[in-house]
């Protein structure tokens, strides 16, 4: 949503669960450094590090990003773009810069990550001459920057301006490259309340995700929760509680019970038992929700989740109880 984690929003890499790439990962740290923790000298240690590849170093913080440990992911992905710039690895720095682009817009370091975008732009602009998948992956970052920072028709643009370079690059308007990029326009929609548009893109999007990826997929899931936030809003509640559902049960056998990553799906799920008349329930999982986001320190998610939630309070349970029998 190509560069390995795009099309899957960072949360799964070839359909693979991340605890195995995790595992994997650390063995090569481990082998990369095996001489250096057998002799216990802290030099060796130092110089086995320098010695892993960007991609190496990339494909580990993406597996951080996976289960939302930007904190982990952070670290290695400086690493990787200090590895990348110290040996003039020119195809590597544009990547490197995406990763920690979306480190910072997932921590609500907004103005760092677009200052990395706007780097990698112009290193991709100088290499590829700016039409390349890695300039379109470049632009949904920002967009997403954008959105979070209420500039919605610059986060327009800047996914309408990627598509158009997947199209170029990639030749076929129903590729599973592009439905990434349809699925943040529907986001987008959805929070300008554009909701007839963000259908028709959600609609576009799911036979090409679920036929890609399977119907027990994460990032299947993770579109069914997106598609059933829009019902909630559209007031289709039943439709909402079948695809929430769904998606909750995938995405907490993936990621846990705990993870800050479930809690948009929670909130959902929150607001179809709110206004089915389960009151206990829907405060039950609210609660659960909030917990988790503070504790990634995300000003801006936890206020845009205040504000989810003060929407959802606002409804009034006997009106809530009278549109569930409807």
Not at 239 to 256: D, H, M, N, P, S
Not at 298 to 307: E, L
């Amino acid at each position: 949503m190509g560069y390995g984690y795009v099309v899957n929003r960072i949360e799964t890499v070839d359909g693979v669960k991340v605890k195995v790439i995790l595992l994997i990962s650390l063995c090569i740290l481990l082998f990369s450094g095996g001489c250096a923790f057998s002799n216990g000298n802290p030099a060796a240690v130092q110089h086995s590090k320098k010695e892993l590849s960007p991609a190496t170093l990339r494909s580990m913080a993406r597996v951080y990003m996976a289960y939302g440990q930007y904190d982990k992911a952070e670290p290695l992905a400086l690493r990787a773009l200090a590895v990348a710039e110290r040996n003039n690895l020119d195809d590597q720095r544009p990547l490197c810069l995406i990763d920690l682009a979306y480190v910072y817009c997932n921590t609500g370091r907004l103005e760092l990550a677009e200052l990395k975008c706007a780097e990698s732009l112009e290193l991709l602009e100088q290499i590829y001459g700016g039409v390349h998948p890695h300039a379109a992956y470049t632009l949904r970052t920002l967009a997403s920057v954008y959105q979070q920072q209420a500039k919605y028709t610059q986060a327009q643009a800047a996914l309408e301006q990627a598509m158009g370079i997947m199209q170029k690059t990639i030749c076929v308007a129903d590729h599973r490259a592009i439905a990434p990029f349809q699925i943040d326009l529907a986001n987008l929609f959805v929070v300008q309340a554009r909701y007839d548009e963000a259908e028709a893109y959600f609609e576009k999007a799911l036979p090409v995700v679920s036929e890609t990826y399977g119907s027990e997929h994460l990032y299947t899931a993770n579109l069914l929760a997106d598609i059933a936030r829009l019902y909630v809003l559209q007031g289709k509640y039943s439709q909402a509680e079948l695809f929430i559902t769904k998606a909750v049960t995938i995405q907490e056998k993936i990621y846990g019970q705990k993870n800050p990553l479930v809690a948009p799906s929670w909130l959902t799920m929150a607001n179809v038992c709110w206004v089915k008349g389960d009151i206990l329930q829907a405060d039950k999982l609210i609660q659960k929700a909030l917990a988790s986001v503070e504790k990634t320190g995300n000003i801006t998610k936890m206020v845009i989740m205040q504000r989810q939630i003060a929407q959802i309070y606002s409804i009034k349970p006997a009106i809530a109880g009278l549109i569930a029998k409807n």
